[in-house]
């Protein structure tokens, strides 16, 4: 398994913005997509985006479509998580995962990053 190490997370007021990092370890195949999952408490843990490592298709939950941005650094081996506009429901830890196979297994997952949106 490839770990992968979440950072960006913290405390933000409603309306502020948020990156949220992931780094991978070792190579990564153009097969492979990753995305982004958040846990509120006393909830399941839900998608949040996901994109696809070769080409970059992206997908979007609606509760944070054209607030939230992910993106990939090939070069770096990284992904991203942009987070604008936030509100208090955006609250939870969030997840990075990996897709080897862009099949909608996620294989490996973070340690998770806390984010808390409060005034």
């Known amino acids: 398994q490839v770990p992968l190490v979440e950072s960006g997370g913290g405390l933000v007021q409603p309306g502020g913005s948020l990156r949220l990092s992931c780094a991978l370890s070792?190579?990564?195949?153009?097969?492979?997509?990753m995305g982004w999952f958040r846990q509120a408490p006393g909830k399941e843990r839900e998608f949040v985006a996901r994109i696809d490592w070769g080409y970059g298709y992206t997908k979007y939950a609606e509760p944070v479509k054209g607030r939230f941005t992910i993106s990939r650094d090939k070069a770096s081996n990284m992904v991203y998580l942009q987070m604008n506009s936030l509100k208090s429901e955006d609250t939870g830890v969030y997840y990075c995962a990996q897709d080897r196979g862009s099949d909608y297994t996620y294989e490996s997952w973070g340690q998770g990053t806390q984010v808390t949106v409060s005034s």
């Open positions: 070792g190579r990564t195949f153009s097969s492979t997509s």
